[in-house]
Nanobody
Framework: VQLQASGGGLVQAGGSLRLSCAGS????????MGWYRQAPGKQRELVAS???????NYADSMKGRFAISRDNSKNTVDLQMNSLKPEDTAVYYC???????????WGRGTLVTVSS
Protein backbone atom coordinates (compact mmCIF):
# COMPACT_ATOMS: atom_id res chain seq x y z
CA VAL A 1 0.00 0.00 0.00
CA GLN A 2 1.29 3.42 -0.94
CA LEU A 3 -0.15 6.66 0.29
CA GLN A 4 0.36 10.06 -1.27
CA ALA A 5 -0.65 13.09 0.75
CA SER A 6 -1.03 16.66 -0.36
CA GLY A 7 -2.53 19.95 0.69
CA GLY A 8 -0.39 21.24 3.52
CA GLY A 9 0.78 24.81 3.73
CA LEU A 10 0.78 28.03 5.67
CA VAL A 11 -2.46 29.54 6.89
CA GLN A 12 -3.44 32.20 9.39
CA ALA A 13 -5.23 31.33 12.60
CA GLY A 14 -8.93 30.94 11.96
CA GLY A 15 -8.34 29.84 8.38
CA SER A 16 -8.95 26.53 6.64
CA LEU A 17 -6.95 23.91 4.81
CA ARG A 18 -7.88 20.66 3.12
CA LEU A 19 -5.56 17.68 3.10
CA SER A 20 -5.94 14.88 0.60
CA CYS A 21 -4.47 11.41 0.51
CA ALA A 22 -4.61 8.90 -2.32
CA GLY A 23 -3.97 5.25 -1.71
CA SER A 24 -2.76 2.65 -4.18
CA UNK A 25 -1.29 -0.80 -4.34
CA UNK A 26 -3.96 -2.95 -2.83
CA UNK A 27 -7.52 -3.39 -1.75
CA UNK A 28 -8.89 -0.81 0.65
CA UNK A 29 -12.05 -2.72 1.40
CA UNK A 30 -11.03 -3.58 4.94
CA UNK A 31 -8.76 -0.64 5.54
CA UNK A 32 -9.34 2.14 7.99
CA MET A 33 -7.84 5.36 6.68
CA GLY A 34 -6.97 8.37 8.72
CA TRP A 35 -4.73 11.24 9.60
CA TYR A 36 -2.20 11.59 12.36
CA ARG A 37 -0.04 14.55 13.22
CA GLN A 38 3.22 15.20 14.96
CA ALA A 39 4.17 18.57 16.34
CA PRO A 40 7.79 19.44 17.14
CA GLY A 41 8.89 17.71 20.32
CA LYS A 42 5.66 15.79 20.65
CA GLN A 43 4.48 12.28 19.91
CA ARG A 44 2.46 11.43 16.87
CA GLU A 45 -1.25 11.59 17.64
CA LEU A 46 -4.46 10.59 15.96
CA VAL A 47 -6.39 13.39 14.28
CA ALA A 48 -9.22 11.44 12.72
CA SER A 49 -9.96 8.11 11.10
CA UNK A 50 -12.69 6.65 8.96
CA UNK A 51 -13.59 3.06 8.16
CA UNK A 52 -14.53 1.76 4.74
CA UNK A 53 -18.12 1.78 5.98
CA UNK A 54 -17.92 5.49 6.74
CA UNK A 55 -17.68 5.44 10.52
CA UNK A 56 -15.44 8.25 11.69
CA ASN A 57 -13.52 8.93 14.84
CA TYR A 58 -11.95 12.21 15.96
CA ALA A 59 -9.56 13.31 18.63
CA ASP A 60 -11.42 15.48 21.10
CA SER A 61 -9.55 18.66 20.23
CA MET A 62 -10.53 18.32 16.56
CA LYS A 63 -14.22 17.64 16.99
CA GLY A 64 -16.33 20.33 15.43
CA ARG A 65 -13.41 21.86 13.55
CA PHE A 66 -12.14 19.02 11.37
CA ALA A 67 -14.07 16.73 9.07
CA ILE A 68 -12.78 13.54 7.53
CA SER A 69 -14.27 12.06 4.40
CA ARG A 70 -13.50 9.15 2.15
CA ASP A 71 -14.14 8.08 -1.41
CA ASN A 72 -13.92 4.31 -1.61
CA SER A 73 -14.11 4.32 -5.40
CA LYS A 74 -10.89 6.34 -5.56
CA ASN A 75 -9.19 5.12 -2.37
CA THR A 76 -8.89 8.67 -1.16
CA VAL A 77 -9.32 10.27 2.22
CA ASP A 78 -9.61 13.99 2.83
CA LEU A 79 -9.34 16.08 5.95
CA GLN A 80 -11.08 19.43 5.97
CA MET A 81 -9.60 21.60 8.70
CA ASN A 82 -11.44 24.71 9.77
CA SER A 83 -10.90 27.28 12.51
CA LEU A 84 -7.24 26.40 12.58
CA LYS A 85 -5.18 27.33 15.61
CA PRO A 86 -1.43 27.79 16.00
CA GLU A 87 -1.39 24.61 18.07
CA ASP A 88 -2.55 22.71 15.00
CA THR A 89 0.87 23.32 13.49
CA ALA A 90 2.39 19.93 12.80
CA VAL A 91 3.38 17.46 10.16
CA TYR A 92 0.27 15.56 9.14
CA TYR A 93 0.53 11.95 8.06
CA CYS A 94 -1.92 9.87 6.10
CA UNK A 95 -2.44 6.39 7.52
CA UNK A 96 -4.01 3.17 6.33
CA UNK A 97 -4.63 0.32 8.73
CA UNK A 98 -5.56 -3.05 7.32
CA UNK A 99 -8.05 -4.97 9.41
CA UNK A 100 -6.98 -8.16 7.64
CA UNK A 101 -3.20 -7.96 7.91
CA UNK A 102 -3.19 -5.64 10.95
CA UNK A 103 -0.53 -3.63 9.20
CA UNK A 104 -0.11 0.12 9.22
CA UNK A 105 0.98 2.03 6.16
CA TRP A 106 2.10 5.63 6.24
CA GLY A 107 2.39 8.36 3.69
CA ARG A 108 4.99 11.06 3.71
CA GLY A 109 4.03 13.85 5.98
CA THR A 110 2.72 17.17 4.84
CA LEU A 111 3.49 20.26 6.89
CA VAL A 112 0.69 22.46 8.17
CA THR A 113 1.75 25.75 9.69
CA VAL A 114 -0.79 28.00 11.37
CA SER A 115 0.41 31.50 12.12
CA SER A 116 -1.05 33.62 14.89
Amino acid sequence: VQLQASGGGLVQAGGSLRLSCAGSGGSFSFVTMGWYRQAPGKQRELVASITSGGSSNYADSMKGRFAISRDNSKNTVDLQMNSLKPEDTAVYYCNAYSLLSRKNSWGRGTLVTVSS
